[in-house]
């Protein structure tokens, strides 16, 4: 089964499967779908390998059965927390007597390109080429069948933490799963969430899980910025509980019964029923009470972002505006008016009506098998998958390898 593409997303609240491929015409075709709620990961980090791998089982087999096969490996996505983009420049010369730019010169470039000075603790998980030069002349996205003397890269190398790699292998191995590749999380929801033409034109995505808020920046369709901060959708449903003196699952409920963080748009302020933390005992707050606290945290995270960004010195023009992901926001009402007024952009979240995507969870899933897809070229960089009558096809053992012959 040539060409399918498993994408698998650990994520703190859940884990999610996505099985699929991308047509001729550029379409993401999904076979099978799965999600499994996680506890082995807090902060975006994994805490607890053996919860976490049996998230990862039950996610896997929810969309196996959906989609009718067997997997044997998948592409998984690592977050901002452990991640870090150098950019770096290779250089070769073509030696072929035609002087064609071939597979192999790209792959060779490539490798140039990952010469760069990285500390012990961590290594190269991906090297994503943002132009090729041929001779001089730059802005060359395939220089394959070119005729040239020398061959250069402008390559954005990702860097994971040596130990965080080890932990996510750690959990497909023990879920019986090996990994394919590992793509970081933002470029993989870039693919869904904003469109090309936004992030030709600056856009910032904002992605807010359960524990963790990634913030990434697209300019001409480059990521320029990725960064998380450790503050997402479960500080939310926090505050609630600590606020109010209920407890946290009384608090996620009526977080998510109202899906609401802007007092303003609050249509009736009626008084609701939870239960009391000390005593057990059922008491009445208003929805004002519940909503003020949300639109606090809500604004907090927002404007972490943006000091984040300054801090940084992401600045200049972002045409597009903002992009909202992730479920700690998509639901709620009011984070779109409360993102504009804390950044003074245009604001909108992301929509996946239009995708095959059921819901946003799948979002970053299905964005690994675009990602995946779009960044191979046509060339087969399926995962393992079989159905019960096939031999899962044999797969090359280095990951590097991978990743550079990805692009050739
Ligand atoms: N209907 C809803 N209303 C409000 N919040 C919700 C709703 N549904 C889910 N959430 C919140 O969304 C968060 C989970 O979002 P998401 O699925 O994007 O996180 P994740 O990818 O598992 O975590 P992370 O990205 O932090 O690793 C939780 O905090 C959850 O409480
Ligand atoms: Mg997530």
């Known amino acids: 089964m040539g060409n399918i593409i498993v994408g698998i997303d650990i994520g703190a609240s859940k884990v999610t499967t996505v099985i699929g491929q991308v047509n001729k015409i550029g379409q993401l075709e999904i076979f099978g779908q799965g999600m499994e709620q996680c506890n082995g990961v807090k902060k975006g980090v994994i805490v607890d390998i053996e919860s976490t791998s049996n998230s990862i089982r039950l996610s896997v087999q929810k969309a196996e059965s959906a989609a009718g096969v067997k997997v044997n490996s998948a592409y998984v996505s690592i977050n901002g927390i452990h991640t870090s983009i150098v950019n770096s420049r290779g250089s070769i010369?073509?030696?072929?007597?035609?002087?064609?730019?071939?597979?192999?010169?790209?792959?060779?470039?490539?490798?140039?390109?990952?010469?760069?000075?990285?500390?012990?603790?961590?290594?190269?998980?991906?090297?994503?080429?943002?132009?090729?030069?041929?001779?001089?002349?730059?802005?060359?996205?395939?220089?394959?069948?070119?005729?040239?003397?020398?061959?250069?890269?402008?390559?954005?190398?990702?860097?994971?933490?040596?130990?965080?790699?080890?932990?996510?292998?750690?959990?497909?191995?023990?879920?019986?799963?090996?990994?394919?590749?590992?793509?970081?999380?933002?470029l993989a929801t870039s693919e869904l969430a904003p469109t090309q033409d936004e992030k030709e034109m600056g856009v910032i995505l904002i992605d807010v899980g359960a524990g963790v808020t990634d913030i990434s920046v697209f300019r001409n369709k480059n990521m320029i910025f990725n960064e998380s901060i450790t503050v997402g959708g479960d500080h939310i449903t926090n505050d609630v509980a600590i606020g109010l003196k209920i407890p946290y699952s009384e608090a996620d409920r009526i977080k998510k019964e109202f899906e609401l963080a802007l007092t303003t748009l609050i249509k009736n302020d009626q008084e609701v029923t939870v239960i009391d933390i000390n005593e057990n005992k059922k008491k009445t707050v208003k929805v004002s009470e519940i909503v003020e606290i949300i639109e606090a945290r809500v604004f907090e995270?927002?404007?972490?972002?943006?000091?984040?960004?300054?801090?940084q010195k992401i600045?200049?023009?972002?045409?597009?505006?903002?992009?909202?992901?992730?479920?700690?926001?998509?639901?709620?009402?009011?984070?779109?008016?409360?993102?504009?007024?804390?950044?003074?952009?245009?604001?909108?979240?992301?929509?996946?009506?239009?995708?095959?995507?059921?819901?946003?969870?799948?979002?970053?899933?299905?964005?690994?098998?675009?990602?995946?897809?779009?960044?191979?070229?046509?060339?087969?960089?399926?995962?393992?998958?079989?159905?019960?009558?096939?031999?899962?096809?044999?797969?090359?053992?280095?990951?590097?390898?991978?990743?550079?012959k990805i692009f050739t």
Not at 348 to 355: F, M, P, Q, T, W
């Open 93 to 186: 010369s073509i030696s072929n007597d035609n002087r064609e730019i071939s597979g192999k010169d790209v792959e060779r470039v490539l490798y140039a390109a990952r010469s760069i000075n990285i500390s012990e603790d961590r290594e190269i998980i991906d090297i994503i080429p943002r132009q090729f030069i041929v001779d001089g002349y730059d802005e060359i996205i395939d220089p394959i069948g070119m005729a040239g003397l020398k061959l250069e890269v402008d390559a954005d190398i990702i860097t994971g933490k040596i130990t965080s790699v080890q932990n996510i292998v750690k959990s497909m191995e023990r879920a019986n799963l090996k990994v394919d590749g590992l793509i970081v999380e933002a």
């Open 301 to 311: 995270i927002f404007s972490l972002c943006k000091e984040l960004l300054e801090k």
């Open 315 to 404: 600045k200049g023009d972002f045409a597009a505006g903002i992009v909202l992901t992730g479920g700690g926001i998509s639901y709620v009402e009011g984070c779109r008016e409360l993102a504009n007024e804390v950044f003074n952009l245009p604001t909108r979240i992301a929509s996946y009506k239009l995708d095959i995507v059921s819901k946003p969870e799948y979002s970053t899933a299905a964005g690994i098998v675009k990602y995946i897809a779009s960044h191979s070229k046509g060339n087969s960089f399926g995962s393992e998958v079989k159905n019960q009558k096939q031999k899962a096809q044999k797969k090359e053992a280095s990951l590097l390898k991978r990743i550079l």
